[in-house]
């Protein structure tokens, strides 16, 4: 059975993760220096996204349920920010503070719009807590990686991380452009999680046993990743490269896993 964290953990990771990223971001020499992981932007510029996504889902959460999204984009929320480190990094708590609040006040179960409406994760409050922890999880590492200082992921958000992020960006009813694959993907921990691709889309199912190795049984995956469960999330998010994990069986299955976009 998936192994879910609790709402109150979900909350108390958020704000871990993210008063981690001001803590990174405070001691960085510049805020112009690029983003290794994300080259497109500056850590100023990752201070301005974290804290615009926090704020528009903030927003979301307390709009409740609708068939539509907000209007503003989180880089246009992030826009509006200060350019001063001080006065940004208070921003930032703000920012945090706003999507905690919001989420406190109307619980776990509420439902809200979400862009993964087709996904295998439910369209509430809770599924949004849930994914802002492994938004302020990767963008703690970024801003680390910008100092050369990188950390890893805490072991309880990184366990649900892995099934968050399959179960939330790979899973649903979009068709897999290629021949029926099957993917298994293996923490050190002790879990793992199948991805079963096909023309009717992708499902995710937690192993209740370290999955068979490939060529080791009939239903045996078509590749297989190994690593802690930090490394796989850092992997999903192509933070770190596939190829510095183990990997069994075909490895060009993750190539295309990468550079696939089920909502194109």
């Avoid at 999680?193 to 192993?207: I, K, M, P, Q, Y």
């Avoid at 370290?210 to 060529?215: E, N």
């Avoid at 075909?250 to 909502?263: G, K, M, N, V, Y």
Wanted: with cysteine; charged share 20%.
């Amino acid at each position: 059975m998936t192994e879910i964290l609790e709402f109150p953990a979900l909350l108390r990771l958020i704000d871990e993760r993210s008063v981690a990223f001001r803590a990174a971001v405070a001691s960085a020499p510049s805020l112009d220096v690029q983003v290794p992981t994300c080259p497109e932007w500056t850590l100023r510029d990752l201070v301005q996204h974290l804290g615009g996504v926090q704020r528009r889902w903030a927003g979301i959460v307390t709009a409740g349920p609708t068939d539509t999204g907000p209007a503003g984009t989180a880089a246009q929320v992030g826009s509006e920010a200060p350019r001063e480190r001080a006065a940004l990094l208070a921003w930032s708590a703000e920012s945090t503070e706003q999507l905690l609040g919001a989420l406190r006040e109307v619980g776990p179960d509420r439902g809200c719009w979400t862009w993964w409406s087709g996904s295998q994760s439910p369209q509430t409050s809770g599924a949004v807590a849930r994914h802002q922890v492994q938004e302020a999880s990767v963008h703690t590492y970024d801003a680390q990686t910008t100092l050369g200082a990188p950390r890893p992921l805490p072991d309880e958000a990184a366990l649900d991380g892995v099934d968050e992020f399959l179960s939330t960006c790979c899973a649903g009813t979009d068709p897999w452009p290629h021949e029926p694959a099957v993917v298994d993907y293996q923490a050190t921990e002790g879990r793992s999680w199948r991805l079963s691709l096909s023309a009717d889309g992708a499902r995710v199912t937690e192993l209740p046993a370290p999955a068979t190795g490939v060529g080791e049984a009939p239903d045996a995956a078509g590749a297989t990743l190994r690593g802690t469960a930090g490394e796989l999330v850092l992997a999903l998010y192509a933070r770190i490269p596939v190829n510095s994990l183990k990997v069994d069986g075909d490895p060009r299955l993750f190539d295309r896993l990468l550079a696939w976009d089920p909502s194109a």
